[in-house]
């Protein structure tokens, strides 16, 4: 069936819909009497009209005589849109009588003195589509191929080509007439127009040209190199025999100037060759690219191709010669190329370049000591000292060199470097036997300049940990009593403050200094005693600054490494007056910092748990039972190699996927398929008739119920719009394709009548966007059609399509007839994907993220390990937390869960669930489930979620 809108449209006008629409009387008024300004508004109401279904045959000769031979160029640009979309046939399929004078009016047009009429005239003669039209009009268009202005030249070999494409008998040399104006012309444009028409309609010429000119490539305008660029490609994949030919052409073009034809030929020379020397070639001009290119997005697609480079095992031993190249990247300021480039770095560096590589990043590290402070210039640090920690666990050997200068870190004010320093400081001394005396050396002497507390409270672990020798055990000691300075604290702190009050007191008469207050009056201030006071502030040693600002956790980590390094100078040292005089000592810390957190000195009192904690390290040195020393010297450290063990694990898991993907798929004895015995399927697909004849016999199942499958899934996206009772039934099949969505509507008339003007008319709520308005549609009695409407999304959060289907009915002298649509839901999960993060960076989000949308559990699941898998499925998030955290049965749960958006937004989760011990066992599990997330919708939009799918059904979906 074809109907009017299902004519070719080149152009689409909005018509204002408060605009009253003139009638025809008024339009041949305004077409024959009025000014210029009038007859420019009435052509363009009546191209508004016609867009939208009226056809209005009788203005077809106004049009004709009043205002096809006006000069004007403004009418004449509008009359190109007109005679777009007038219909030009009558109902028998022959063209109008009229069109012949159409005809010679743009005849002449192609003869217009004007260069910019002619040109015009020429791109509106690409859309036509009727032979009979054109056909006159050849000798005019192939005389402008010899115009003098280019923008004429280029133009005509577009219509050439577009006329000979869809009628060639109109123009049968087209091909040897445009191969001779190739030769001659000068112009880029011009040459790249006729050289891009070679290349579809006749390759042969296309070749022979190039052939003549292989050797000037380089001087060629960049537009024309482009479209040789992809003729190599054309050729030599129809023919691979030519790619010795042309392999030379494009490793001269990616010597080009324009950085398009370089992208373009480095992919093409990837694709045509798999040679050592092309990768390397196009790997070079890749990173190239990457560094001279000032934007970013420019840079984060070509990594993305280094990195696809890379996937391949046959080129990753090519691209790892290539490191340090590609090490240069680092110079960019944005943060995602760096992070891209290290990554791409890590899985290609290998023993041989190593040490240069180290070398780099510590230049990098000394450059972020030296520029501002700056959010990015944090995160780049870890980025940097993870980088360097993968480096040293992969190849040991340089470990040796890595740790003095990531020790530097630790005295940072950047505790996200910092934390990962440890962290790599925590596994090299656990897993390199040899580097621990290093470690420790380092480490004593970098421990009095850390000012952060979680740093130093890790340090601290670290160091009771690892100080295995007498003399170590002694220099941890005095780095503890410097940290804390005189004790006991309290009455040390109460000297101090009674000490300053005097001071205060006596120097606030003789050596004061008037001030004048908000009020008027004179106040006397002390200069020395607001100094005395600033000073006690900044010359506090770090572990008593701590413990007074009421950080008491720092305490009781203190107290277990006292209580680790105590046991193990008790095995080592016989004197037994030195034994009792270190764990007096020890004791004498932790009943001291005990009193402080009592004292009512710190800002805040020390809390019950961290009283617990130094009170019973208190009891086990003072008991020294033997189990106390095993759990505290080897419980602890078996405890430790566990957690190491699992994420070393982990990561391997990881590592072995990436590897599984990198796997050649073929291997050398697995059987060889012959196209001879392949056949076709109902699906296009290719099946051998062998496997499929034994999969028949062994199993007595069809594979094509597969496709059955298949297609049937696609029903469950199938919405009903309409009633079946409605006159105008309607369903969508929705099609979600990352950020659009694409609704096919199927509209039936179910009545007798033709349905005229039938249109969908859509709105959206959310962050959607319809791109276009559906076109509408003529259907007959008991027809249908489908009509294809794009949404455009912007963010993740859930969004709703409605709208209605309005139509008029032939002969009838109501108003359109209006059926109203149910409501499309567009549901968050199709832009939700897993991902992970560490334990610093979700917290860091955590605390960050202002939306916070709190779910309460409300289930029939009883089960809490089983509500955690059905809340992942139904949300498509990722449990953070391990699995060896989760099992065990002790009535409680909790977990962390993340997810990303397609368009870079995170979703945060945190499951805290409980089912008593006393409780039934059917009875539900209870709780609630706290999501965060940067913007509102998507806070709010992934609760909504997890509220209508927390109960499973009775069939366990």
Not at 813 to 838: E, G, K, Q, S, W
Request: glycine residues 4%.
């Amino acid at each position: 069936m074809s109907t009017a809108s299902e004519l070719a449209c080149y152009t689409l006008i909005q018509m204002p819909s408060e605009a009253e629409p003139p009638n025809e009387l008024q339009f041949k008024n305004d077409i024959e009497k009025g000014d210029t300004k009038t007859k420019i508004k009435a052509l363009k109401q009546l191209i508004y009209m016609m867009l939208n279904g009226e056809k209005m045959p009788g203005l077809l000769m106004y049009v004709i005589r009043f205002l096809l031979p006006m000069p004007d160029h403004t009418i004449k640009k509008l009359l190109l849109v007109f005679w777009e979309i007038v219909p030009k046939t009558q109902a028998d399929g022959k063209l109008l009588n009229e069109m012949i004078l159409v005809c010679d009016a743009y005849r002449r047009d192609l003869q217009h003195p004007n260069e910019f009429i002619r040109g015009s005239t020429l791109r509106f003669l690409c859309k036509l589509k009727e032979p009979e039209l054109l056909e006159p009009l050849m000798p005019a268009i192939t005389e402008c191929l010899e115009h003098r202005h280019s923008y004429v030249r280029r133009n005509a070999v577009l219509a050439i080509f577009t006329i000979y494409k869809n009628f060639d008998f109109l123009i049968p040399d087209a091909p040897e007439l445009i191969h001779n104006f190739l030769e001659q012309e000068k112009d880029a444009s011009c040459k790249r127009n006729a050289f891009m028409m070679l290349i579809h309609v006749d390759q042969e010429r296309a070749l022979d040209y190039l052939s003549t000119c292989i050797d000037q490539i380089n001087s060629f305008n960049d537009i024309l190199q482009l479209v040789i660029v992809e003729l190599v490609y054309k050729v030599c994949h129809t023919n691979p025999s030519e790619r010795s030919r042309f392999i030379r052409c494009i490793y001269n073009l990616l010597q080009s100037t324009s950085a398009a034809v370089r992208y373009e030929a480095a992919g093409t020379l990837v694709t045509l060759s798999s040679a050592p020397t092309a990768v390397k070639a196009a790997a070079s001009c890749y990173i190239d690219l990457i560094i001279k290119e000032s934007d970013n997005n420019v840079k984060l697609i070509v990594l993305d191709r280094l990195i696809s480079l890379k996937d391949d095992p046959v080129h990753e031993k090519i691209l790892q010669e290539l490191v340090m190249d590609i090490m240069r990247v680092l110079s960019a300021s944005d943060l995602e190329v760096r992070k891209k480039t290290l990554d791409l770095a890590l899985d290609l560096v290998s023993s041989r370049n190593v040490e240069e590589m180290v070398l780099v990043l510590k230049k990098e590290v000394t450059k972020t000591h030296n520029t501002g402070e700056h959010e990015d210039t944090g995160k780049y640090r870890q980025l940097l000292v993870r980088t360097l920690h993968t480096c040293s666990i992969k190849f040991p050997d340089i470990a040796a060199q890595v740790i003095p200068v990531l020790m530097e870190f630790l005295s940072d004010t950047n505790e996200l470097a910092a934390s990962d320093v440890l962290v790599f400081v925590r596994e090299a001394i656990q897993r390199f036997e040899q580097l621990k005396s290093l470690v420790i050396s380092k480490l004593l002497e970098v421990f009095p300049t850390i000012r952060n507390v979680k740093i130093h409270r890790a340090a601290l672990w670290i160091l009771g940990e690892y100080c295995t020798t007498v003399e170590d055990i002694q220099s941890v000691m005095t780095e503890i009593r410097n940290s804390l300075g005189e004790i006991p604290i309290v009455d040390d702190e109460m000297r101090k403050a009674a000490g300053e009050s005097t001071d205060e007191e006596s120097v606030q008469i003789s050596s004061g200094r008037r001030l004048v207050t908000d009020m008027g009056t004179y106040a006397t201030q002390s200069a020395l005693s607001s100094a005395s006071h600033k000073s006690s502030d900044d010359t506090r040693p770090p572990m008593r600054g701590f413990l007074m600002d009421g950080d008491f956790f720092v305490g009781a980590c203190l107290a277990t490494v006292l209580s680790k390094l105590a046991f193990r100078y008790v095995d080592m040292v016989a004197s037994e007056k030195k034994q009792n005089s270190f764990l007096a000592e020890a004791m004498l810390i932790m009943a001291t910092t005990i009193h402080l957190g009592k004292s009512g000195l710190a800002k805040k009192n020390i809390t019950d748990d961290d009283v617990d904690r130094i009170s019973m390290c208190l009891k086990v040195l003072a008991e020294r039972h033997p189990l106390m020393s095993t759990v505290f010297q080897k419980e602890c450290r078996a405890s430790l190699d566990a957690m190491l063990l699992a994420k070393q694990r982990e990561d391997s898991g990881s590592k072995k996927d990436v590897f599984d993907r990198k796997s050649v798929k073929i291997q050398p004895d697995d059987p060889i398929n012959f196209m001879q015995l392949l056949a076709n399927t109902e699906s296009s697909s290719s099946q051998d008739q062998l496997t499929m004849s034994l999969t028949l016999a062994t199993m007595g199942v069809s594979t094509r119920k597969e496709a059955a499958d298949i297609s049937s899934s696609k029903l469950s996206k199938v919405t009903q719009l309409t009633g079946f009772s409605d006159p105008v039934y309607g369903e969508a099949y929705i099609n979600i394709n990352q950020y659009d969505i694409v609704l096919d509507v199927l509209v039936v008339n179910q009545t007798a009548d033709t349905l005229q003007n039938c249109s969908l008319e859509l709105a959206t709520l959310g962050d959607l966007k319809l791109v276009e308005k559906p076109q509408p549609m003529t259907l007959g009695p008991h027809d249908f059609c489908n009509i294809k409407a794009n949404v455009k999304v912007a963010s993740t959060e859930n969004g709703i399509i409605f709208g209605n289907i309005v139509y008029d009915v032939t002969g009838a002298a109501n108003d359109r007839n209006v059926v109203v649509l149910n409501d499309i839901h567009i549901d968050i999960m199709d832009y939700i994907v897993p991902a992970t993060c560490t334990d610093a960076e979700f917290r860091t989000m955590w605390a960050e993220f202002e939306w916070e949308n709190k779910v309460t559990v409300n289930t029939n699941i009883a089960d809490l390990p089983g509500y955690l898998k059905h809340v992942l499925k139904c949300t498509n998030m990722r449990c953070l937390t391990p699995e060896k955290a989760l099992s065990g049965d002790c009535g409680f749960m909790a977990a962390n869960l993340y997810a990303r958006s397609i368009f870079g937004e995170d979703a945060l989760a945190n499951l805290s669930i409980e089912k008593p011990v006393t409780a039934a066992a059917d009875a539900p599990v209870q709780g609630h489930i706290r999501i965060r997330a940067k913007s509102q919708g998507m806070a709010l939009s992934l609760g909504d979620k997890i509220n209508l799918s927390q109960k499973k059904d009775k069939d366990g979906k």
